[in-house]
Structure formats: C-alpha cells, structure tokens
C-alpha cells in the first residue's frame, strides 16, 4: 500500500473530530482465563491519547463485564440464563471500570462510566438527557466508557450486541467516524473461515441486500456479535452521516494501524453529521408549536446565531423539552425550525428575559437558548426572502 493509499483508507479516522470506538469482549478478555488483556488494553490506551492530543473527542463503548465477572463468579462456559448474565455484569462492570481507569490515567485522561439500556437511546427524554451528559462530559475533557446496563435490561429491551449500541452512540453524539475493534479484520464476500474463496471488500459505498447477505453470525466465544450485527450496525451510523470502520483488533496499537493502513473495511455515508442532522430537523420532524421573535432575533437567526429568550414574543402550542418548533418572524412568516430546549410552559415564562434570569425564574440552571444554533436550520422561505 502506498503513502497515499493509507492516507485515503485512515483519513475519516485522522480527520474526525469525534470518534466512538467499540472494543468487543474477545479482544479485552482472553477466552480461556477469563482475565482482562492488560497489556493489550494498555496499548489501546495510548491510541487514545494519541487521539485526544490531535484534539478529538473520543468515547468508547467496551463489552467485556459479563465476560469477567464470570470468572469471578464460577460460572460454566457456555450460554447463560439472562439472571446469570445480569450478575456477572454486575460483577464484571466494577474490574471494568476500574481497568479503564488505570490505564487512560497513565496518560492523564479522565474517565467516566455510563450505563446505558435500549430505552436510553429511544425514547426521547431519556435519549435528551443521555446526550446532555454525555456532550458535558466531551466538554470538560473526560472520556465516557459506555455498555449496556446489563444488570437491569430483560431480553426484550435490550440491544444484545454492543455493535448496534456503539452505532446509536454515534447517532446520539453527531460523531464523525466509528471504529468497531473486533476479532475480523473487515468484510467479506462470505465467511472466509468457512469458504476459501471469500474476497475482502475493503470499501462499502452503499449497503444493498447483497451485502447484508454476507453477514454471518458471532465468530467469538466470549462475545455476542458477528458480521450481522456490524452491518445492522453501518446502516444507522451511515445514515447519521458517520463513517464506521470494521477492523481487527488483537495487535497492539489497533488504532495505530488503522492509521498507518492495516486491513479494514469503511462504510462511507453520503453526507456528514451536521448534514443530516439538519436535513432531519428540516423535514423529518412535525412541528409541536411555534415561536415569534423580534426583529433584532430574526436578524440574529439568519446570521447563524442562536435563539435567546430575550428575541421571543409569543409562544404558541404545546411541547416539551426536544419538540420541533417554527420560528416565525413578527410578520408570520416561518423563517427557521428548531429543537426547543425547554417544554413550552417553560418557555412562556423565559419570553422575553435575560438569559441571566433563568435560574431564578425556573429554579434550576438550563440552557442559555431557547433553540442553540446547532438544534436550528434556517428554512427555505428565510433563504428565499434573500437574506
């Protein structure tokens, strides 16, 4: 591979701004002591503190509990009852957490530990208040080590797989690039430990059914995903506008030789994340209510500045904290659409107030915004108005 060609298969990797990275429980745990791979894990850590240095955000999504914690519990190999894998995890997560820690504390890096079930990235409040935490935690410099919360979600309300998870992470937090570590260094035609003839596909443009055909089911003894999952998995990070990187990732410095042009498969999405978050905010959402602003908030609007408190004049409709909102200027007319950051009785009581008084009018700190300018899209009749 030349210089170039390493360039181009590495860059949505170098170039993210944000990057999620799925460790699975075959590459943290070794399948036959049950014991973490400390060493491995200590050359991962590095990485990402090479990322971290370049000024990325990074946030990992590490299986493995239920893998440790049933070494400590004496459990038999084999497939668990779902009260088994909940206390192994409950077990596992604590020598987890605590590995994370120690390592990235080599490099000075802060850690925290998030706990996440389906209902988290699905419904709306809670999947609001996930993204909070987890943009302040990005904010302050800290890096969320995130699994299923195992010990509490039943089968039918849970993910299974940290691929899937990893992939709504990336969703959640507008992330640029997923690299989903694994114990298969990419894609293949068809399973190649079955079929000699498989061919690698180093590069996917565009997820068809053939390409889901070639999925296969989990190749590891320790872990709960395969080839299926990791493509369920392209197709809600592509569609965020996220690149995802399916490698191998038993050799030391994993991410290291992604960068320098190890064997992987890319999964290129058609547009980035801010894109499509805006396409959706545009068109995807019906609106719950709507607000009308002054001038001076118009013109603020369409200079790419947030919507404050201060600019709005009435508020109509009822919503709450994430609704879609039209903004109309004080002639009616629809000039952006947004996320409200507050519900609308909320809302009536900052109209017109300084941001400075939102604590001693609600009684609790929030945003300074009622729509912060990356929740906002100005709508095409403002562009057509000519501004």
């Known amino acids: 591979m030349t210089t170039k060609e390493r360039k181009t298969a590495s860059g949505p990797l170098t170039r993210a701004r944000r990057v999620v990275i799925k460790i699975g429980s075959a590459l943290l745990v070794e399948a036959a002591s049950g014991r973490l791979n400390r060493t491995w894990l200590e050359t991962l850590a590095a990485d990402i503190a090479t990322l971290r240095e370049r000024g990325q955000d990074v946030l990992l999504v590490s299986s493995g509990a239920i893998a440790l914690g049933r070494r400590h519990l004496g459990l038999e190999p084999g497939k668990l009852k779902l009260e088994e894998s909940q206390a192994a995890a409950a077990v596992g997560q604590i020598r987890l957490a605590h590995a994370w ?5 080599q490099h000075g890096l802060t850690v925290a530990q998030i706990l996440l079930t389906f209902g988290d990235t699905e419904e709306r409040r809670r999947y609001l208040n996930a993204r909070s935490t987890l943009g302040t935690l990005l904010r302050l410099g800290a890096i969320p080590v995130i699994n299923e919360n195992d010990t509490v979600a039943t089968a039918e309300i849970r993910y299974g797989d940290n691929d899937r998870l990893a992939a709504r992470v990336a969703q959640m937090m507008s992330a640029d690039c997923l690299v989903l570590l694994s114990d298969v260094d990419g894609l293949y035609t068809a ?16 997820i068809t059914p053939d390409i889901e055909r070639m999925a296969g089911g989990a190749a590891s003894a320790v872990g709960s995903g395969g080839m299926a999952t990791k493509i369920a998995a392209a197709k809600i990070a592509v569609t965020a506008g996220c690149h995802m990187c399916v490698a191998a990732g038993r050799e030391m410095h994993p991410l290291r030789r992604i960068e320098t042009g190890a064997r992987c498969s890319w999964f290129y999405p058609s547009a980035s994340p801010a894109t499509v978050r805006k396409q959706w905010i545009a068109g995807a959402l019906k609106a719950a209510g709507e607000v009308f602003v002054d001038a001076g908030a118009a013109a603020a609007l369409r200079r790419g500045k947030s919507l404050l408190p201060a600019g709005v004049t009435r ?14 200027d004080a002639e009616g007319l629809e000039i952006a659409r ?3 950051a507050y519900s609308s009785a909320d809302a009536e009581r900052l109209r017109g107030r300084k941001s400075a008084e939102i604590e001693a009018l609600l009684g609790f700190r929030g945003r300074d915004e009622i729509i912060h300018r990356d929740d906002l899209v100005i709508t095409v009749e403002a562009q057509a108005d000519g501004v």
């Not at 508020?315 to 109309?328: N, S």
């Open 101 to 105: 820690k120690e390592v990235l504390d």
């Open 191 to 206: 399973d190649p430990t079955r079929d000699p003839s498989a061919q690698f596909i180093p590069e996917v443009r565009r």
């Open 315 to 328: 508020i109509e409709g009822r919503f709450d904290r994430g609704d879609a909102l039209l903004v109309r």
């Open 338 to 340: 947004g996320l409200s």
